[in-house]
């Protein structure tokens, strides 16, 4: 197995465009273990952590991020807090403080595993992933359109994920996961949601509940025809979200739950997370 080490984005970018079938590898939390497994045998592997742009982030004063493909899980949580709330809490969920120390953002995209905790804030927030190639240059992908299949991605052979794109949090955000204990837990599945004040809209997004993660497009309709954004939450409005919510999801059985008991917990998940975030969106406009 050849073992590719760029130590510039440019050069990496040349070495997917000369071996495409090179398997990327950035912290190697999902592409060590498909190795040790014997899962895949890749003729290459591309690796990444040499690539010191990956590992970069900017949050503008207008209020647009760019998060490297590189950027880890715990810089997250410890330097994104404030900007993307959503995505730092949902990196809190993801495994061990090791695994949250390796992992990233743009591994979690690369996998696209519908069971990602990353995607459904991602999706909530309306994010945007940054692809490229040598010979195409760059692409920007919403990412509702990134997810295609069962750990099957927008990303073409010969692109790299350089970052993702989204705007700093305008209102309040949450992620909330459903796991058989409380750490190093594959989600049986997981909702996120964001208030987008300044449009009088909120973004949802669902994971571990169909073959991709989605967002929940006839719950997030419903609420920009309803909500009364100066007023306390009509909790039958919150019923009926948790209910379009659950709708959205297409669930299977497996070894992690049940279609239906995934299907009712995107739903309890949907209404606790907007009325939380309704507080804390009220509780901001008292201040
Ligand atoms: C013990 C354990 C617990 C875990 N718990 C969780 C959890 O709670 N939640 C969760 O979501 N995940 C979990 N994971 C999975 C994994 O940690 C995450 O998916 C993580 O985000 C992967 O990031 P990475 O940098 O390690 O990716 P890698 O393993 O390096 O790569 C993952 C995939 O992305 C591709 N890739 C990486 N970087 C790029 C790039 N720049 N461009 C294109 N493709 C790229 C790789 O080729 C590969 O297909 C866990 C894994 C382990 C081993």
């Known amino acids: 197995m050849d073992f590719l080490r760029p130590t510039t984005w440019e050069e990496a970018l040349a070495a997917k465009a000369d071996q495409p079938e090179a398997l990327p590898v950035q912290g190697g939390t999902d592409v060590m273990v498909e190795i040790n497994f014997d899962v895949r045998r890749p003729p290459a592997l591309l690796d990444l952590t040499r690539v010191a742009e990956l590992r970069e982030w900017t949050v503008e004063d207008g209020g647009g991020c760019r998060v490297g493909a590189g950027v880890t899980y715990t810089t ?3 330097e994104l807090g404030g900007a993307l709330p959503g995505l730092a809490q949902a990196s809190r969920t ?3 403080p090791q695994i949250r120390n390796r992992g990233t953002v743009g591994g979690n995209l690369g996998a696209a595993s ?3 905790d990353s995607h459904p804030p991602l999706l909530a927030a309306g994010a945007e992933i940054e692809v490229e190639s040598r010979d195409r240059g760059i692409r920007l992908i919403p990412a509702e359109e990134f997810y295609l299949g069962v750990k099957r991605s927008a990303l073409l052979p010969d692109e790299l994920i350089r970052a993702v794109r989204l705007r700093a949090a305008g209102g309040p955000q949450y992620f909330s996961k459903v ?3 409380n750490a190093m837990v594959i989600a049986v599945c997981s909702f996120a949601i964001a208030l987008h004040p300044e449009d009088r809209r909120v973004g949802t997004g669902v994971g571990s509940a169909a073959p991709t993660p989605l ?3 006839e719950a997030e309709e419903f609420l920009r025809g309803e909500l009364d954004w100066d007023a306390p939450l009509d909790p039958a409005l919150a019923r009926r979200f948790g209910e379009l919510c659950a709708g959205a999801a297409s669930p299977i059985d497996d070894v992690r739950g049940t279609a239906g008991y995934r299907r009712h917990a995107i739903g309890v998940m949907a209404r606790r ?4 975030a309704w507080n804390d969106h009220l509780g901001r ?3």
């Open 273 to 276: 997370t907007l009325a939380w």
């Open 76 to 78: 997250v949580i410890e």
């Open 114 to 116: 519908p069971a990602g």
């Open 94 to 96: 993801v495994g061990s």
């Open 179 to 181: 796991g058989t204990r």
């Open 215 to 217: 967002r929940a497009l």
């Open 285 to 287: 406009r008292a201040a």
